[in-house]
């Protein structure tokens, strides 16, 4: 079973009709996915103030 927040899974509604296969897959994946979202909230941050005053 995999797990998530030191509980099972299958107890969040969210998750529950998902294949131990797919979350498996998901859970791989999350890592990742927070780092590229950072990565691209600090980009926007960074940027935005140069794209309004040159507007």
């Not at 009709?17 to 859970?27: D, N, R």
């Not at 999350?30 to 780092?35: F, I």
Request: with cysteine.
């Amino acid at each position: 079973m995999v797990r998530w927040g030191g509980e099972r899974a299958a107890e969040y509604p969210m998750v529950r009709g998902l294949t131990e296969g797919l979350l498996a897959v998901v859970f791989e994946c999350r890592p990742q996915s927070l780092r590229k979202m950072r990565w691209t909230h600090t980009l926007i941050k960074d940027l935005a103030p140069q794209v309004l005053t040159s507007l």
